[in-house]
């Protein structure tokens, strides 16, 4: 980086003070800028040249900026650029930072005119830099635009595809709470169904997707989602109601032992039991709350939600998730029983 004194002149051709520029010589500097140096001292500025865009991200402070033209003429002026932030003028092929409040304090305005000292010889020399340096700002700001977008597009794939599971999750606690109403509460029976109805999360590539193989695949993957829907820190299969109090109110001895809750319309169905505080019709309503560690796939940003969900999330099962690489995902059913209520089968409150 070089040092050169800058001449200003405002709309009316007079002289009225100099600048200390900073003259970034190479595409590295111009490419780093302010990032990692501290704020320019006073009527001091980072001149990079060609440039018509800069940004501010990774930046600790806000930092004034001064577009102008080739001859010097000022474009265009943003004062107190907070960082994270982007600024383009086009037309302008060069850009001056300054410390925040300083085009203010020295009353540059635009149409005023920045130029280089003559005893610097600046002219000649400008010109080599440009045509050395040509694209480089075209350079830069692909470079910034490179770091945004991809993480921004595998962001939004990655969104994608969790719609997709939660769109799956939904249809398999569904389908568990269906088997749960006519085998009578039995918890084996809907984490059976849950998990066929998360065969389509577990398929592979390969042989998974060749319909001549398709039963085996599918066996395959079946397999893995059972596996998956037995493991009690990957997914929770919660029954919310019936309760343990529902069966108090309501249930009776079950034909071969244990404790059923019968689904028959004798007694009126408005009762409300004295424990649950259920009416009979409400008793025998199977609410059913299933929680799933998805696997998170897509490169940089899974690693991203993660963490930045582990630092605010205290729940041992969610967090348990996050350190797998994984998102919790939740889905609820509600159905009527078609059967007596078995309460060892259910396990209520579990």
């Known amino acids: 980086m070089r040092e050169a004194r800058w001449l200003r002149r405002d709309a009316l051709g007079g002289d009225v003070g100099l600048l ?16 990692g ?11 990079i040249e060609p440039c018509r865009a800069i940004h501010t991200v990774g930046m600790r402070f806000p930092i004034d900026v001064v577009f102008c033209t080739d001859r010097g003429l000022v474009l265009r002026i943003v004062e107190a650029l907070p960082p994270g932030r982007m600024a383009l003028q086009p037309g302008a092929a060069r850009v001056l930072e300054l410390r925040a ?12 005119r920045l130029l280089p000292a003559p005893a610097e010889g600046r002219a000649a020399e400008r010109s080599k830099a440009q045509g050395r340096a040509r694209g480089a700002a075209t350079v830069e700001f692909s470079i910034v635009a490179l ?22 999750l939904n249809h398999a606690t569904f389908l568990a709470a269906r088997a749960g109403a006519v085998e009578h509460g039995r918890r084996e029976a809907m984490q ?23 039963g085996g695949a ?44 019968p689904v028959d319309t004798r007694g009126p169905a408005s009762t409300v039991g004295p424990t649950s505080q259920q009416t009979r019709a409400d008793a025998t309503l199977l609410s059913l709350r299933v929680d ?12 991203l939600i993660t963490g930045t969900l582990a630092r605010f999330d205290l729940d041992p099962y969610r967090r348990g998730c996050y350190a797998a690489n994984r998102l919790p995902l939740r889905a609820h059913a509600l159905l009527h029983f078609a059967t007596d209520v078995d309460r060892d089968a259910l396990r209520p409150d579990r």
Request: one cysteine or more.
């Open 20 to 35: 200390q520029g900073l003259v970034c010589s190479n595409a590295f500097e111009r490419a780093r800028g302010l990032l």
């Open 192 to 214: 059976r169904y849950l998990a066929k109805g998360l065969v389509a999360l577990h398929l592979r590539g390969g042989t998974d997707l060749d319909p001549q193989s398709w």
């Open 37 to 47: 140096r501290e704020p320019p001292p006073d009527a001091t500025a980072l001149v």
């Open 292 to 303: 799933y560690c998805h696997p998170l796939v897509v490169p940089l940003v899974d690693r």
């Open 101 to 112: 409040g300083e085009a203010a304090r020295l009353g540059l305005r635009v149409g005023d």
């Open 147 to 168: 770091l945004v977008l991809v993480p921004l597009m595998l962001g939004v794939l990655q969104v994608g595809l969790l719609y997709s599971a939660h769109h799956a």
């Open 218 to 261: 599918g066996a395959g993957a079946y397999a893995r989602a059972l596996a998956e829907v037995r493991t009690p820190w990957l997914t929770r299969l919660t029954v919310l109601s019936p309760t343990t109090a529902s069966f108090a109110d309501f249930g009776r001895p079950g034909p071969a032992g244990g404790t059923v809750l």
